[in-house]
């Protein structure tokens, strides 16, 4: 789980409270090019799912914490090139896409994890 909280408005909450309702809310943001919303929600979306810890990830996240945005990004994108892609994988990226002004990249990676989301629910157990 993304652990620092100093990334997310204080006394902030959001309405929605799953991955593909908080995705769905920064995919709206960014088609109104509100790119901080957009932002805001995804960080409330990595909160709503597990983070799956390897040392890979892990130095992610220090990154992230830290506001090293290059850091994160090349992090982040090492995962992408060494395996099956994640959700918060692509979220992670997506953010840090967005603090760095890189919009398209960072809408790729907002598309990308919720596609991976959604397409987890369709092959859940009752399909």
């Known amino acids: 789980?993304?652990?620092?909280?100093?990334?997310?408005?204080?006394?902030?909450?959001?309405?929605?409270?799953?991955?593909?309702?908080?995705?769905?809310?920064?995919?709206?943001?960014?088609?109104?090019?509100?790119?901080?919303q957009a932002a805001v929600a995804i960080l409330w979306a990595l909160k709503a799912i597990p983070i799956r810890?390897?040392?890979?990830?892990?130095?992610?996240?220090?990154?992230?914490?830290?506001?090293?945005?290059?850091?994160?990004?090349?992090?982040?994108?090492?995962l992408l090139e060494e395996g099956t892609p994640e959700t918060p994988t692509h979220l992670f990226l997506a953010v840090a896409s967005i603090r760095l002004g890189n919009f398209n990249q960072a809408f790729h990676h907002l598309m990308a994890g919720y596609e991976l989301e959604i397409e987890g629910a369709e092959s859940g157990p009752f399909r």
């Open 1 to 36: 789980m993304v652990r620092s909280g100093g990334h997310v408005p204080a006394g902030c909450t959001p309405g929605p409270q799953s991955l593909t309702e908080l995705a769905s809310v920064a995919i709206a943001c960014f088609h109104q090019k509100r790119y901080e």
């Open 53 to 78: 810890g390897t040392p890979e990830s892990e130095q992610g996240i220090q990154r992230f914490e830290a506001s090293d945005w290059i850091g994160t990004q090349q992090a982040f994108q090492r």
